[in-house]
């Protein structure tokens, strides 16, 4: 790592400083682009106090909430920084929440303000703005003549996001993040995944989405420009990025999916892309993916990544790392430790199969309004005192240190009194002739293990090809062709409803 990057990954402990920084090493570099224009680092900083002002002046105290729809725009970025300046707690959410799954944040989150464009909820009563409100109220008070005093601001420990998961898999839960832990999970995450003042990232996850959100703070680190992509726009995805000179893309595999066949019909465009860097958490980015992408797009190379939104980031694997060290997502965050444990909560020796468990300053504070919860994920470590996330995610570690993610406890399973993952079988799954995405779903009381693929391929095929791969024990009893499998918001394998789809109950 340079010295000009580690003097930019030197621990912040407020999250607009890192902001702050940019603008003040880089004002008239474009710090963020979306489809209606650019902001500089500049403009960015003043617009972020502007509102700031704006949200007191709506009675917006420190510590209040503000639920923010986290549409991909320059100014989502204005009232996320405005927001924290003042010492309140941004709670962004996605704009495709439907009525009831917002009702249910807002009663969790009690705001004091909500910024929505969807038009006022039935019973809602918190105080509403829409984005063309907020809009209206930062011009009014940037044409001020007199700049406004600066508030106190909040402390390190102070809470800053209230970051609500997908809720995929069980009713959203709400990580309480403080500015510190922020601080030092983007820091050290930037010393591991190395943007470059000159990188332009090609931002088209929801900022809802941690993966997302964090692209605004490691960009800051950079001082390089972020472009809100419209996800809308799905057939023009080559274009955008070949006219942004995108140079680095995060993303997960149904995005990488769509992003391989969108290349695959503009072959002489894909030679005019600036790509150097695509960066993979949230879900498993198989192999064969990851092989393509690089075929596809000379020049540029994979990062896996693990992480879950209780620490931000677990592990980071070095670009390319998966080709020398097959299924590794890599090594612990600087500062940081990962652990494998037994039931009884042992130490396991590298080569061991065990839950992975986490320490560092970049464990978040816990669950909002669900105290038993947190106490039973972030538990004290009865020799040392520290504080210890237990994912509820399986693995091992190398003599290295390096990280081999196998599932979570109810992804591992028997087939035919072999021990198997999810993960194994969709990475193998995946390599197949024809499969673009692909999901495995561990057997139940009412169902037994089945392989869900997206593609041209027949389920019969993909079984066949499988025993082959991985042997009669290992190949799942049952396979279904889909045309597409459904994705969550954030692009993730909705699996919820894939098991209401396989079971006949959604069409």
Request: charged fraction near 20%.
């Amino acid at each position: 790592m340079s010295a000009v990057v580690a003097q930019r990954t030197e621990q912040a402990s407020l999250v607009p400083t890192l902001l702050d920084r940019a603008a003040r090493e880089r004002p008239e570099a474009t710090a963020v682009r979306d489809p209606d224009g650019a902001l500089t680092y500049a403009a960015l900083v003043q617009m972020s106090w502007a509102a700031c002002t704006w949200f007191a002046e709506q009675g917006v105290a420190p510590g209040d909430r503000i639920a923010i729809q986290a549409a991909g725009r320059r100014l989502t970025i204005a009232a996320l920084f405005g927001c924290l300046r003042l010492g309140a707690v941004a709670v962004p959410y996605s704009p495709e929440m439907t009525s009831h799954q917002l009702a249910y944040l807002l009663a969790d989150t009690d705001p004091t303000l909500l910024i929505d464009d969807r038009g006022p909820l039935v019973r809602c009563a918190v105080p509403r703005a829409t984005s063309e409100d907020f809009a209206a109220g930062l011009a009014a008070v940037l044409e001020r003549p007199a700049a406004p005093a600066a508030p106190p601001g909040p402390a390190p420990d102070d809470l800053a996001l209230l970051l609500y998961t997908s809720g995929s898999t069980a009713q959203p839960k709400g990580v309480a993040c403080t500015h510190a832990q922020i601080c030092f999970a983007a820091g050290a995450i930037a010393q591991r995944v190395v943007y470059r003042p000159d990188d332009v990232v090609f931002c088209r996850l929801p900022l809802s989405f941690d993966y997302g959100l964090y692209q605004v703070f490691l960009s800051a680190i950079a001082g390089c420009t972020l472009v809100l992509a419209d996800a809308a726009q799905h057939t023009d995805l080559i274009r955008q990025l070949a006219s942004h000179g995108a140079t680095v893309m995060p993303l997960v595999p149904s995005l990488a999916t769509m992003l391989l066949a969108l290349s695959a019909r503009l072959p002489a465009a894909t030679g005019e892309l600036r790509l150097r860097l695509f960066t993979n958490t949230g879900e498993h980015l198989p192999p064969a993916t990851a092989d393509a992408l690089r075929a596809r797009f000379p020049g540029s190379g994979v990062q896996m990544m693990f992480g879950i939104s209780e620490c931000k980031r677990i592990t980071i694997a070095e670009v390319d790392g998966y080709l020398t060290r097959p299924g590794s997502v890599g090594r612990a965050l600087p500062g940081t430790q990962v652990w494998i444990r037994d039931p009884a909560g042992e130490l396991l020796a590298p080569g061991e199969t065990g839950e992975i468990c986490v320490t560092g300053p970049h464990l978040m504070e816990g669950y909002w309004n669900a105290p038993e919860l947190t106490a039973q994920r972030y538990r004290l470590d009865p020799t040392t005192g520290e504080r210890v996330l237990h994912t509820g995610d399986f693995g091992r570690l190398d003599a290295d240190g390096q990280l081999y993610f196998e599932g979570r406890r109810d992804q591992i399973f028997k087939l035919r009194g072999v021990r198997i993952s999810t993960t194994e079988i969709e990475a193998a799954a995946a390599a197949l002739p024809g499969v673009r995405t692909v999901a495995m779903l561990p057997p139940v009381a009412d169902r037994e293990a089945t392989l869900c693929v997206a593609g041209e391929v027949t389920a019969e095929e993909v079984l066949r090809r499988l025993r082959e791969l991985l042997g009669p024990a290992k190949t799942p009893p049952r396979c279904r062709a889909l045309p597409a499998l459904p994705l969550t918001r954030n692009g993730k394998v909705d699996r919820i409803r894939l098991d209401r789809m396989v079971q006949g109950s959604e069409t």
